[in-house]
C-alpha cells in the first residue's frame, strides 16, 4: 500500500510569486483535503477534493486554488505570493466509503516567502 | 463557529507518571473528536476517536459533553510517548468530509 506522497519537500518563492504542490493520495483513496500549517499552529483546513471537484474550502483567499485529477492526485496552487504564506502544507487522502475523520497525511511541503 | 482548544503547549512527565492532554471544543453540534499524533520524523496520524471507544498505546479519551471537553490519558507514560499531539473536531459527523478542525498541539515530553 502507498501512502500519500508530497513534492516538493521545500521551496522558497518570493512575494508575487506563483507556487504549485503536488499530492498523490494512497492507493484506494479518492478523496483529497490541503491544510495549511503555520508554525506553532495545528494545521488549517484549506479545501477538499472529491471525483475531481472542490468540495468543501475553509477560510482562504481564491488566490489559493486546486485541482484533482482523474487518478485522484491534487494540486494546490497558490497566486501573488505572500509572505503570510510560508507554511508546511498539509495533503491528507481519505476514502469516500471508508472510516470518517481519519486522514492519512504526507509529509508536507515547506515553503517559504521571502 | 467550530474551535479547538489545547491550553497547554508543552507538557512534560517522568516515566510512569500519568498524563493528561487537555482539549476543549465548541460547537453546538454533535461533533466526531480525534487525536492526531506526530513522532519525531514522522507525518500526523491518527491516534483515536472517540467514537471507537478504544485504548490505543495505552491512551483513552472521553468525550465530556457537558464540559465539551476531550482530554487523552494515559495512565503510565512512556518514552516513546514523546511527540506532538493534536486534538481535532469532525463538525460534519458521519460525513466523510475531510474538514477537520486542529488545536494548536500539546508537544509532550517523557523524561527517563
Known amino acids: 500500500e502507498t501512502g500519500v506522497t508530497q513534492s516538493p519537500t521545500h521551496l522558497i518563492k518570493t512575494r508575487g510569486q506563483q507556487v504549485t504542490l503536488r499530492c498523490s493520495s494512497q492507493?484506494?483513496?479518492?478523496?483529497v483535503s490541503w491544510y495549511q500549517q503555520a508554525l506553532g499552529q495545528g494545521p488549517q483546513f484549506i479545501f477538499q477534493?472529491?471525483?475531481?471537484?472542490?468540495?468543501g474550502r475553509g477560510n482562504f483567499p481564491p488566490r489559493f486554488s486546486g485541482l484533482q485529477f482523474p487518478n485522484y492526485s491534487s494540486e494546490l496552487n497558490v497566486n501573488a505570493l505572500e509572505l503570510d504564506d510560508s507554511a508546511l502544507y498539509l495533503c491528507?487522502?481519505?476514502?469516500?466509503?471508508?472510516?470518517?475523520?481519519?486522514?492519512?497525511f504526507g509529509e508536507g511541503s515547506r515553503l517559504t516567502v521571502l | 463557529a467550530q474551535r479547538v482548544t489545547q491550553p497547554e503547549k508543552l507538557l512534560s512527565v517522568f516515566k510512569g507518571a500519568p498524563v493528561e492532554l487537555k482539549c476543549n471544543y465548541s460547537?453546538?453540534?454533535?461533533?466526531?473528536l480525534f487525536w492526531y499524533v506526530q513522532y519525531s520524523r514522522q507525518r500526523l496520524q491518527l491516534l483515536l476517536r472517540?467514537?471507537s471507544r478504544e485504548s490505543i498505546k495505552g491512551f483513552t479519551a472521553d468525550l465530556n459533553k457537558g464540559e465539551t471537553s476531550f482530554h487523552l490519558k494515559k495512565p503510565f507514560a512512556q518514552e516513546e510517548d514523546s511527540a506532538m499531539y493534536y486534538c481535532?473536531?469532525?463538525?460534519?459527523?458521519?460525513?466523510?468530509?475531510?474538514?477537520?478542525?486542529f488545536g494548536r498541539g500539546t508537544q509532550l515530553t517523557v523524561w527517563p
Open positions: 472517540h467514537i
Open positions: 460547537y453546538s453540534g454533535s461533533p466526531e
Open positions: 477534493y472529491y471525483r475531481e471537484e472542490e468540495n
Open positions: 491528507a487522502s481519505s476514502s469516500a466509503s471508508g472510516n470518517t475523520g481519519e486522514l492519512f
Open positions: 481535532a473536531l469532525n463538525p460534519n459527523r458521519g460525513s466523510t468530509l475531510g474538514r477537520l478542525y
Open positions: 492507493s484506494g483513496h479518492n478523496t
